[in-house]
């Protein structure tokens, strides 16, 4: 029997994704997710992060087929109406189908067998070294796209860890990130994001270690 259900709501959102084991802040203020969120809080709390295929009307564009469905651990209202929000990332699904509603907002059928140990995920045996290219380009293309991450606050953190706060917060297209979010583990994760700097094309010859 799935720990999740497999009945859930969506909020699909561009360029954003989600892994398990790290939280990350929302701020609400569309009349269909804050419906959703009323609906999450008087239930079990989860809401699925998915990402559309396109930019445009939510309400219809095409979603990718793996997202992560989340748990709202944080609460608070604002004066103005909006919901400030902060989710966990619980497990990774796949999209089965789509549930016509009567909703204002979107449901999926979803299945998390693909992604069954993502329970076990911040427990792989993985060593840092092989992530320090990865560091260290990355730095570098943070710094030419004029991206700001305080590097010092992934200090003391899991490979697993720093890989999802890294894809997360890449300047990778919505696809890029996609495809990232979609590996089974770490080492794919590694070469999937050795790839994706490659094709950006940027001088690392004269790389210096990541401080």
Do not use: H
Not at 57 to 80: A, H
Request: glycine content about 4%; overall charge positive; aromatic content about 10%.
């Amino acid at each position: 029997m799935n720990k999740f259900p497999n009945k859930i709501p969506v909020f699909p959102l561009s360029n954003f994704i989600v892994f398990p084991n790290t939280t990350v802040p929302l701020n609400i203020f569309e009349p269909r997710y804050l419906k959703m969120i009323e609906d999450a809080l008087a239930t079990d709390r989860l809401i699925g992060m998915i990402q559309p295929k396109k930019i445009g009307d939510l309400r219809n564009s095409d979603l990718f087929d793996v997202g992560c469905v989340c748990k709202i651990i944080s609460f608070n209202e604002t004066e103005d109406g909006r919901y400030i929000i902060i989710l966990k990332g619980i497990n990774r699904f796949k999209k089965i189908n789509e549930i016509e509603n009567k909703k204002i907002y979107r449901e999926l059928n979803v299945d998390y067998n693909l992604y069954s140990n993502d329970e076990n995920s911040e427990k792989e045996d993985f060593e840092f070294s092989k992530i320090k290219k990865i560091l260290e380009e990355l730095k570098l293309l943070f710094k030419k796209r004029g991206y700001k991450i305080n590097w010092k606050d992934l200090k003391g953190q899991s490979v697993y860890q720093t890989l999802s706060a890294l894809s997360m917060a890449s300047p990778f297209s919505i696809l890029e990130k996609q495809i990232l979010l979609e590996t089974k583990n770490l080492e794919e994760r590694q070469l999937k994001f050795e790839e994706i700097l490659n094709t950006y094309g940027t001088d690392f010859s004269n790389i210096k270690t990541v401080q």
